[in-house]
Each structure stands twice: as C-alpha cells, then as structure tokens.
C-alpha cells in the first residue's frame, strides 16, 4: 500500500480530534485521511524531537483503527514496550505537547501511568503487555465489568519468554483478550530465532492453515492481514471486538518506518533517531568529540578476542546499541543474538562458562535487571566466569527512568564472589576489559556509561588491573574524594573548587566496587578528615559497601567522617544526563558542596587519634587537622 503525505499537509481532521471517541464518526474515506494526517504529524514532530520513529510510523494505521474500534479509555489498550506509542499520545489528547517529548518536564518517550487515562500501563521494556493485559482481564472479569483489553504487541517483543508465559496462562484462562501481533520482521536490528523463521512461514504461506504456535496456546488466530489496510482493519476489529469467547490473537503485517521512504530505505528503519530534516531524511549529529564508551568497548573486546579464541559476545537484541555488531562484524561465529531474552542470554553464558569459553554478555544495565535469578542462581552459585559488559550505567537521558542503569551496582556487589568494576574513562574501559578476558576463577562485570567518552587517549592495549586495587589521581589532605565510576572527572573539579577556598582535596578511583581496595580505605580514612564516596547508582552500592567495610573494622569510630553520594531514592524523569546529574546532586558543584559541609562538622581526623594511640609521635607533615585550615 502506498501512503502519500507531505511535510506540510493539512490536518482539518487531525486538528478535530482530542479524544479517541472524536473518530467514532469518521468514515472510512474520513480514516485513511486521518492516518495521512496523523503519519504527517508524527514525522514533523519527531523531526524536532528526535525519537523512535520507525515503530511510531508502521503503526499509524493500526492505532487509526484501534482507537476507531474500542473506546479507551474504558477499554484498556496496552502498548508493549510503547516506543511506538507516539501516535497513540496524539490522538489521545496530547498532541499540543508532542514536542516535549523526551524532554525536561516534557512527555515521555514511553506510555506512562501518571501522564494520562489512556495509558492504563507504563511500559518501555519489551514484553509485559500481555501479562499486563492478563491482568487488568483477570480484575475486569472479578469485578463483573465489561470492556476489552487490547495488547499490541511486536515480534520482537514477542520473542521474549515473559511473552510467552503470559500467552500460556491467557490461554488456559480462556478470559476474552485481544493481543494483536504488530509483525515487520523486525526487532531494533533484523528479527532473530525460531519464532520469526515461524512468522515468516506463515507471512509466506497467508491464507493456507499453517500450523500455527499461537492456536496452540490457545489463543484464537486471525490473520495475517494488512497492518496498513485501514477497510480491512476496522471491521475486522469491530468484529473481534464484538466477540467474547476467548483470547484472540490478530497477527498483523506491517512495515517498520512505513510511509517515510529514509526509514524504509534505512538498515534499522530509523528505529531510534536524533532530529531531522524531514524532506531528507538527514540526522542532525553534533560532531563527536570523542569515541562512545560502546565503540571503545567493542574494539577492546575484538582486541582480546583476536589472540583468544575462548570469546565470544552475547547480545539480547541490542547489537548496535551494545557495540556486539562489530564484534560479529569480526568474529560472526563467536557472535551470538539470543533475541529480546536476556535471562536466557545469562544462562546460555552460563554454560559457555561452564564449557571453558569466555562469554561477554553485552546487557545494557537496566535490561540486565530481568535476568537477576539468572546471574544469581547459575553465574554466582556456580562461580562461573561469566563476563558482564554493563552499558548504559547510570542515568540516560531521554530514555528516563525506565532506561537508567541505577542497581547493577547494588545488585551485583552483594553477590558472593562477583568482582564488580566501573570504568572511569574510557581508557579505564579498555583496560577493565583485558581484565575481564584475563578474569577465569568467578563473574566478572564491569560499568560504564552511556555515549561519548572524555577523549582520553587510548592504551595500545588493555592491562590487567590487580583486582580490588583502586588508584589515588590527586593526592590532597582534609577532604578524600573516592568515586566509583565516570562521576572521577565532576570529582576532580570539585577537587579545583574547594581548592580556591583553601580547602585540600584527594580524590581517588575505587576502580572496583568489589572487592573493595581495604588498604586504600584505610589510608583515606586514616589522613583525612572527611571521605566522600560518589558513584552513578542508587543506594546500596558501593558507598554502602565502603560504609559496611569501615564500620566493623571500628573505622567509622569519630576518626573521619563520612558521606556517600549516590542516585536519590526516586526515578529521576527523563532530561538531558546533565540536567539528570543535575537533579541527582551528583555534579562538581554538589559533590564540593557536601564536602564542605561535612567538613565543617568533621569531628577530630585521624592523626590526631592516631597520636594519641602512638603517644604523641610527629605527625606527618602532610597531614591536616579540621581545625588547622
Ligand atoms: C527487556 C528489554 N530488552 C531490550 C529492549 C530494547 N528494545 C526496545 S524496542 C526493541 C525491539 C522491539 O521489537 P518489536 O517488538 O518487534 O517492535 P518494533 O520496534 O519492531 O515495532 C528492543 C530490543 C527493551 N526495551 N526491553
Ligand atoms: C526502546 C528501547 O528500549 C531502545 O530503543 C532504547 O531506547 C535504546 O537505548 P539507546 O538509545 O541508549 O541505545
Ligand atoms: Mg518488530
């Protein structure tokens, strides 16, 4: 089906409609012009934006006929990871704030709860709208009400194993649920696995009864049908809207990036995209200044894997984003893309481990979260060697709150064990890495962060670290600043900040969270009047691990005192990362500010207890006590 639109097409129809039920008196021929408009006002808006846009465009006529069937938000209609939500948000009465988007104080990227009553379920990772739509089903039904409950799902999304559990107890439930399988061979990258080589039998082979994974599970299967074809999509929908005997899946056909030529022509389909020239497509990319943290991290990894033939990579669907690409690029053997299904990913690392090789798994920190059982009960009981490359640590940016890597420290670190580093730059990237190759008696996980590095040079080739050593950058005197993580650079200005008000800073790169370096903690705190941890994670990580060391070893006994600087307890909304760190209190400006402060109320450091312990020997000179500045 060909669409036709214009940059700066009309929208008369578009311009009436503030509520789904404002299309209720659409006609067909009013429909498919209000698809034009409405595929016409998610270009010129993601355009200014930046966002993901191929999932947004191949559901243009899907969330036409979606919202010209049911009536949300009486009827729960459910987005599965939602990033393709954006023309749903505007004809669900948001499109006056549409360029917000991703944005400070803007609206999110993503289908969130507290933004509006048409998003009955917050989503951004993959495959929790059928579980979810189970769910508000099982609640409908218990409650004695009516209204449908419409899971859109993609065949990525639907490749994952919660996916399938939930069509395995839907199935059974025989509760009325409609899942509607958005199908453009796609995930971010190609489609992998069994299940797409299924889908596209059956895309194949329309209209013959193949035999069909879905009916098995009990769910009534319509399709395939056009995904595009709004004459089609309408009746068919009022049609399984008006029936209520059971789970249904409809299994549509659509095409990622549809109606916008640069998107079809493009490998991802414009999965995810920075603003852009509509009329030609082109990005708007700030010049980098420096290598991303993801590039580095591959070229690292081809680096080691070239003279060891025990590695391999292991992606959960997140090629690109991981840098896994160019390691398949160089080695497509030891290249592994297990689908959207990171528990599997860890487990399938587990017996790689387990057979001798050295498997890297490549899991954003925040995805990593769904595989936590995994890591625990077959990587660390185990002992095996498994490799974690954590991107994505800390706080994103316009991916908000759903996408922050936030508790890989804390959820790692406790792990008997596990040894636990953060790369400071990227410098240390490549060096954690030879590490991690080198690592063969345990898990092994490192950190770093999402985009541009700080353009540090790069080692010819990575060294292996002494594990659980940290390292002293500046050496100071009142105040030891130790961070864990890329927060070293915002340390050192605030080492240059309190500088200019006579105060003496140290700061220092723990490098490992665990096992933490004991004797560079007891020499911190031993000349120092004040230490202050930093890291880009939530409570519980490493500065509670520093807290937990220092206290039964009787060191948090009135000789220094101490501050850990982590992520605040709350999800921080979507931003810019500075004005995420910003909001976090973990720039230079905070980090200063709460040393000074704890400096003032620093009680008596540790030469002055040591003295006194050792019967009043000299002190070393460049020792400082809180009173002498
Ligand atoms: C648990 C989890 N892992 C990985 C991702 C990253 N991710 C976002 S969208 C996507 C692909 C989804 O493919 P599909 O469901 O087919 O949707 P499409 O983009 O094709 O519309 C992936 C892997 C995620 N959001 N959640
Ligand atoms: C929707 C989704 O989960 C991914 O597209 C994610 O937004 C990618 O994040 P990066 O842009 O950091 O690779
Ligand atoms: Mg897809």
């Given at each position: 089906m060909g669409f036709s639109f214009a940059n700066d097409v009309a929208t008369p129809l578009l311009d009436q409609v503030f509520v789904p039920d404002d299309l209720k008196s659409m006609d067909q021929a009013a429909l498919c012009r209000l698809a034009q408009e409405l595929r016409g006002e998610t270009l010129r808006v993601v355009s200014e934006t930046g966002g993901h846009l191929g999932s947004s465009l191949g559901v243009i006529e899907l969330t036409v006929a979606i919202h010209a069937s049911f009536s949300a938000p009486h009827d729960t209609i459910i987005w599965d990871v939602s990033h393709q939500c954006y023309p749903h948000k505007i004809l669900t009465g948001r499109r006056d704030r549409m360029r917000s988007l991703r944005k400070k104080d803007g609206l999110s990227g993503f289908t969130r709860r507290g933004e509006s009553p048409f998003d009955p379920f917050g989503a951004a990772h993959s495959s929790t709208s059928i579980s979810a739509g189970l769910g508000f089903a099982t609640a409908r039904d218990l409650k004695g009400e009516d209204g449908h409950v419409v899971c859109i799902i993609g065949d990525g999304a639907m490749s994952a194993g919660m996916a399938f559990e939930a069509m395995n107890n839907a199935g059974a439930s025989g509760r009325p649920l409609i899942v509607i399988l958005n199908d453009n061979d796609m995930s971010i990258s190609a489609s992998t696995g069994a299940l797409n080589r299924h889908l596209s039998d059956v895309r194949r082979k329309a209209g013959t009864n193949v035999g069909n994974v879905f009916e098995n599970f009990g769910f009534d299967y319509r399709g395939p049908v056009d995904g595009h074809d709004l004459d089609v999509l309408v009746p068919l929908l009022a049609e399984l809207r008006d029936e209520k005997d059971g789970p249904i899946l409809l299994h549509v056909i659509?095409?990622?990036?549809?109606?916008?030529?640069?998107?079809?022509?493009?490998?991802?389909?414009?999965?995810?995209?920075?603003?852009?020239?509509?009329?030609?497509?082109?990005?708007?990319?700030?010049?980098?200044?420096?290598?991303?943290?993801?590039?580095?991290?591959?070229?690292?990894l081809i680096a080691e894997a070239e003279t060891d033939d025990r590695i391999v990579a292991i992606t959960a669907a997140m090629a690109a984003g991981t840098g896994v690409d160019r390691f398949g690029a160089a080695f497509p053997d030891r290249t592994f893309d297990v689908g959207i299904a990171e528990q599997h990913?860890?487990?399938?690392?587990?017996?790689?481990?387990?057979?001798?090789?050295?498997?890297?798994?490549?899991?954003?920190?925040?995805?990593?979260?769904?595989?936590?059982?995994?890591?625990?009960?077959?990587?660390?009981?185990?002992?095996?060697?498994?490799?974690?490359?954590?991107?994505?640590?800390?706080?994103?940016?316009?991916?908000?709150?759903?996408?922050?890597?936030?508790?890989?420290?804390?959820?790692?670190?406790?792990?008997?064990?596990?040894?636990?580093?953060?790369?400071?730059?990227?410098?240390?990237l490549v060096h954690m890495v030879a590490t991690a190759a080198a690592h063969d008696h345990?898990?092994?996980?490192?950190?770093?962060?999402?985009?541009?590095?700080?353009?540090?040079?790069?080692?010819?080739?990575?060294?292996?670290?002494?594990?659980?050593?940290?390292?002293?950058?500046?050496q100071g005197g009142q105040i030891a600043l130790l961070s864990f993580g890329t927060r070293l650079a915002d340390c050192l200005k605030?080492?240059?900040?309190?500088?200019?008000?006579?105060?003496?800073?140290?700061?220092?790169?723990?490098?490992?969270?665990?096992?933490?370096?004991?004797?560079?903690l007891a020499e911190l705190v031993d000349n120092h009047s004040m230490l202050v941890t930093i890291e880009e994670g939530a409570t519980g990580g490493f500065g509670a691990?520093?807290?937990?060391?220092?206290?039964?070893?009787?060191?948090?006994?009135?000789?220094?005192?101490?501050?850990?600087?982590?992520?605040?307890?709350?999800?921080?909304?979507?931003?810019?990362?500075?004005?995420?760190?910003?909001?976090?209190?973990?720039?230079?400006?905070?980090?200063?500010?709460?040393?000074r402060n704890g400096l003032t109320v620093a009680r008596p450091n540790a030469d002055i207890r040591r003295s006194a312990r050792a019967g009043q020997q000299e002190l070393p000179t460049r020792l400082h006590r809180a009173e002498d500045r």
């Open positions: 659509t095409r990622k990036g549809a109606g916008y030529a640069p998107a079809e022509a493009a490998e991802d389909k414009y999965h995810g995209v920075n603003p852009f020239d509509v009329t030609t497509g082109k990005q708007n990319k700030a010049e980098a200044k420096a290598l991303s943290y993801t590039r580095v991290f591959a070229d690292a990913a860890v487990t399938f690392a587990a017996g790689l481990a387990a057979s001798g090789m050295k498997p890297f798994c490549a899991i954003y920190s925040t995805f990593l979260q769904r595989a936590y059982d995994q890591i625990v009960h077959d990587v660390a009981l185990q002992q095996l060697p498994v490799r974690f490359a954590i991107d994505r640590a800390g706080l994103v940016g316009a991916d908000g709150p759903t996408h922050a890597g936030a508790f890989d420290i804390l959820y790692l670190a406790n792990l008997p064990g596990f040894t636990v580093m953060a790369a400071s730059d990227e410098a240390e345990g898990p092994i996980a490192f950190r770093y962060p999402r985009g541009e590095g700080t353009g540090v040079p790069l080692p010819i080739r990575g060294e292996v670290l002494p594990i659980g050593r940290g390292r002293i950058i500046e605030a080492r240059r900040l309190l500088a200019l008000e006579g105060i003496s800073v140290t700061v220092a790169d723990a490098r490992f969270a665990k096992p933490l370096d004991t004797a560079l691990l520093v807290l937990h060391h220092l206290a039964n070893c009787g060191m948090l006994d009135g000789r220094c005192a101490v501050r850990t600087l982590t992520l605040p307890d709350t999800f921080i909304a979507q931003a810019s990362p500075e004005d995420m760190y910003e909001e976090a209190k973990l720039t230079a400006r905070h980090i200063a500010a709460a040393a």
